[in-house]
């Protein structure tokens, strides 16, 4: 028997076969580029240019605010218009710097480098990670290096590379494994050395012959094991995928180095290789456009700050389009502006014309949100409890701790859309700490 | 050149996938499954046990539609729950009821029953059971069948104007005089469902190929109905009775034992009347009264084999299969606390 978690998960139609087998191609920057400053997990990055700059690709225009925040850089050369407040598709208003594209593609000073990563220190590696803007490319975009550098009181033992990819349709990671295994495993092994960990593990589902059989080729005699995964959704969450290659459950609240353990996509395996081995900062990413309503699904390599309604537009659109979305069906969110700029932590482009129909009915108490709950949670009763605004249950409840991986809200046959009422309460928590740390700033004064 | 999307497009949260399941196809399976046992119904009623069920069936849609009209809901008829409920609250009803009985107890498992506590998912007792004792405690007279038909070749026939005999029904007889049971009956009769009863509950068959169904479907889980079946089936036999002399009779007696095979059958016996499978694997399993958890279920229905068996060892029913769901509905938030899963990285607790 293959190895997967043990508790809950599904299985979603996986619809990969129209891009699984399609080459990244390069798509040309556009005219025009519009790059947020958070584009990442924690603070904005402060735009260090201004409106009428020259840059040039991979120079730095967004220098990390603190250690949680990360470096934006150029990804075209050309001159800045102007910058403004626009919606990333996470939903979050930043600072977006916006450049017009001159189309020499002149690099930015000593990038491309050619530097011995063996030759550095894991401190030096950390930095030049961040110094590259990397982040994680497989959704959440948490800072690279902030994972490179684990507490001191936690020892590593082993860095995992996630190339489950379990999301339906998306087959970026897929390609990038086929395609540039070698600069992935460089990267897994730059990853161990900056945490000092013995092992090294790559999870990849076993819908993958073609991933696997290159990334084992790559890793050959390399003390790195390539482990082939069941098929379930969601593997690619980071505790699932710990619990699945070595057994071990992260608990509630903590991190995957609470467990000696440091999870990193392939995707951004690739970024460090790039951003180590190369000087080369994060500036392009590989995207799956796909969907029943995209005429020509591809792979991508797509400069980040491009629109994504370019990229769209490259690819063909059936009108009939019910819904956009960046990301994949099961975590991804549905975007309406044709102008919201590809991000670092984007990996796909759907389209789609069949979409669940939105009408829900009362819970019928099946159980199956329950079963599917990778976490053991109790979707049915949270969403009661956060229906009725009755707090005092979230906590054991385990609201906070939901993944949001979407499961229960899939096989709901009610239609509940379950995992929607957990956004909502935890974002009414941080509303309310908000305005509770204004209120006590305000009793300072 | 950038692409503009068109203004129909829709913005809602995702997941932007689901599963294929939703309530009204949950509910249409549950339908389907129970057509074998409608089927047998009317081959070993006639025409009349049929007519008992659509009856009911449509007196519960009715029902259904004109109290989410007073309500001001939307009307959900077609989602197939009142179906349900009507088609199972007609079968646990001797097949010569008079029709408007069946028509007021399906009002009453719908409105009172169900919508009182708030509608599909609210309800803490399951609304044909609950239906059902309302006739037996409104219309006692009605559910008793002083005659039974002799069951042979009467597909055609009508029951209530049959020339009947009286023919106890096997629950009654593993009550008074257990040991004649198979003096009246064959396992083989009990299972294929050649026996009198209510229209829906005798064949063990039919009833078995329906839950198959809904089983590969996963709509319902084996744990449920296997833990009731087999918890009825070893207490009716280990519970120890007063003999006829007044002494305390038992399993640790040798004499108990003297025919094991008697022994065996007459716990498959049990198993096989009196509506013990059509409660284990149709009303025990309704989703929205019974335990939410795998686990839960399975002692949710251990609990209602251990009333059974006391109703039928030591009550004054033969049956017992109705009140003791209904019994074990009323505890089932108590057992959904107890078998809460562990959440994930949490050490289980002691
Ligand atoms: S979204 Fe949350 S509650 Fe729902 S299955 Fe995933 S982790 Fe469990
Ligand atoms: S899946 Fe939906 S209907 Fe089933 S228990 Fe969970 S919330 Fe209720």
């Known amino acids: ?445 | 050149m950038i692409q503009q999307f068109p203004k129909t497009l829709i913005v809602g949260p995702g997941p932007h996938i689901s599963g294929a399941d939703s309530t009204s196809s949950i509910m249409w399976s549950v339908v389907i499954a129970l057509v074998p046992a409608f089927i047998f119904s009317m081959a070993n009623f006639g025409w009349y046990a049929g007519a008992v069920t659509i009856t009911a069936v449509v007196s519960a849609v009715a029902t259904e539609w004109a109290i989410q009209r007073m309500r001001k809901v939307s009307v959900t008829i077609t989602d197939g729950s009142a179906a349900v409920t009507g088609l199972l609250l007609a079968f646990t009803l001797p097949p010569g009821v008079p029709l408007y009985v069946a028509a007021l107890g399906s009002v009453f498992s719908i409105a009172v029953a169900k919508h009182a506590f708030g509608g599909l998912g609210m309800n803490i007792w399951n609304p044909a059971l609950a239906g059902r004792a309302f006739i037996s405690a409104a219309y006692s007279s009605a559910l008793f069948m002083p005659k039974w038909p002799v069951l042979s070749s009467i597909f055609s026939g009508d029951i209530r104007t049959l020339d009947a005999v009286t023919m106890a029904t096997p629950c009654a007889i593993l009550q008074s005089d257990p040991a004649a049971i198979f003096q009246h009956y064959r396992l083989w009769d009990l299972f294929i469902g050649r026996i009198p009863g209510s229209i829906g509950e005798t064949s063990a068959l039919a009833l078995l190929i329906g839950a198959a169904f809904l089983m590969v479907r996963k709509i319902i889980d084996w744990r449920l109905p296997v833990a009731y079946i087999l918890t009825v089936a070893l207490l009716v036999i280990l519970f120890p009775v007063r003999a006829a002399d007044g002494t305390i009779a038992g399993f640790w007696q040798a004499s108990f034992w003297a025919d094991p095979v008697f022994v065996l059958e007459r716990s498959l016996a049990h198993a096989l009347s009196g509506g013990l499978v059509m409660g284990a694997f149709f009303m025990a399993t309704d989703m929205v009264t019974s335990p939410i958890t795998k686990k839960g279920q399975a002692m949710f229905g251990a609990g209602c084999g251990v009333l059974v068996a006391v109703i039928r060892v030591y009550g004054g029913y033969p049956e017992g299969v109705c009140y003791s769901i209904l019994l074990m509905n009323t505890v089932v938030w108590a057992i959904d606390n107890m078998t809460k899963p562990k959440f994930f990285g949490e050490r289980a607790h002691a």
Request: aromatic share 4%; charged share 25%.
């Open chain 1, 1 to 445: 028997m293959r190895r997967t978690f043990k508790k809950g998960g599904v299985h979603p139609p996986d619809m990969k076969e129209r891009t699984r087998d399609v080459p990244i191609a390069e798509f040309p920057a556009p005219a025009l580029v519009m790059i947020p400053m958070a584009q990442h997990f924690g603070s904005p990055a402060l735009p260090v240019v201004g409106a009428g700059d020259k840059v040039a690709k991979g120079q730095l225009i967004g220098k990390a605010d603190g250690r949680m925040s990360a470096n934006v850089h150029s990804s075209v050369s050309g001159k800045v218009l102007r910058l403004e407040e626009k919606f990333t598709p996470q939903g979050r208003a930043c600072k977006t710097v916006v450049i017009e594209n001159d189309n020499s593609g002149i690099w930015a000073d000593e990038i491309p480098c050619g530097r011995d990563w063996r030759a550095m220190s894991p401190k030096e590696i950390v930095e030049a990670v961040a110094a590259g803007g990397v982040v994680g490319m497989g959704g959440a975009a948490f800072p690279a290096h902030v994972k490179l550098e684990p507490p001191h009181e936690k020892p590593i033992d082993t860095a995992i590379l996630n190339g489950v990819e379990c999301e339906p349709y998306l087959t970026i990671d897929h390609r990038l494994m086929v395609e540039r295994a070698a600069e992935i495993i460089t990267g897994l092994r730059i990853i161990a050395k900056a945490v000092a960990a013995k092992e090294m593990v790559v999870g990849i589902e076993s819908n993958k012959p073609e991933a696997l059989k290159a990334m084992n080729a790559a890793a050959a005699g390399g003390g790195i094991r390539v482990e082939a995964l069941d098929v379930k959704y969601p593997q690619g969450g980071e505790k699932q995928l710990i619990a699945a290659l070595t057994g071990r459950e992260v608990p509630p609240g903590k991190l995957p180095f609470d467990v000696g353990c440091v999870v990193h996509n392939v995707g951004t395996a690739w970024a460090i290789f790039n951003a180590v081995a190369k000087c080369v900062p994060l500036i392009e990413r590989p995207l799956t456009i796909s969907g029943d309503a995209i005429e020509r699904p591809a792979n991508l390599m797509v400069p980040i700050g491009t629109p994504v309604g370019a990229v769209i537009e490259h690819c063909g659109l059936d009108q009939k389009v019910k819904k956009i979305l960046s990301g994949g069906p099961m975590m991804g969110m549905a975007i309406a502006d044709p102008t919201i700029p590809v991000v670092k932590g984007m990996s796909g482009i759907l389209a789609l014309k069949k979409v669940p129909h939105d009408i829900s009915g009362p819970c019928i108490r099946c159980g199956r949100c329950i079963e599917v709950c990778p976490l053991g949670g109790i979707a049915s009763e949270m969403a009661r409890a956060i229906e009725a605004g009755a707090i005092v249950d979230y906590e054991h409840l385990h609201v906070f701790d939901c993944m949001e991986c979407g499961s229960c809200s899939f096989v709901c046959p009610a239609g509940r859309n379950l995992v929607q009422y957990v956004r909502q309460a935890k974002e009414e928590a941080s509303y309310r700490r908000e305005l509770h740390r204004k209120q006590q700033a305000k009793k300072q004064i």
